[in-house]
Nanobody, 119 residues
């Protein structure tokens, strides 16, 4: 079964950076699209970024485009999210998951990692 463990969150000032990591205990990891999602209190969980199985194609929500970069290391079963120029509105719990071509999650959720951006 799928196990996803997110890490790297924390408290950062606006304009700062964080790098999130996702360790995936997932058989045949390299065949899956992987993505990052986030959920702020009172809001729906929303798509943030996705990366193709081989890492050659990426996609981002408009709100993070140009600031966030998703990457993966298939040899280590890891997915990363580099977040730069953070804004208070980026505050949320961040989750990774496999996803389909429509950027919808397809696997089980992990516990997520909290990101708080202060103004």
């Amino acid at each position: 079964q799928v196990r996803l463990v997110e890490s790297g969150g924390g408290l950062v000032q606006a304009g700062g950076s964080l790098r999130l990591s996702c360790a995936a205990s997932l058989r045949a990891f390299s065949v899956y699209n992987m993505g990052w999602f986030r959920q702020a209190p009172g809001n729906e969980r929303e798509f943030v970024a996705t990366i193709s199985p081989g890492g050659g194609s990426t996609g981002y929500a408009d709100s993070v485009k140009g600031r966030f970069t998703i990457s993966r290391d298939n040899a280590k079963n890891m997915v990363y999210l580099q977040m730069n120029s953070l804004k208070p509105e980026d505050t949320a719990v961040y989750y990774c998951n496999s996803n389909d071509q429509n950027r919808r999650p397809t696997g089980s959720w992990g516990q997520g990692t909290q990101v708080i951006v202060s103004s």
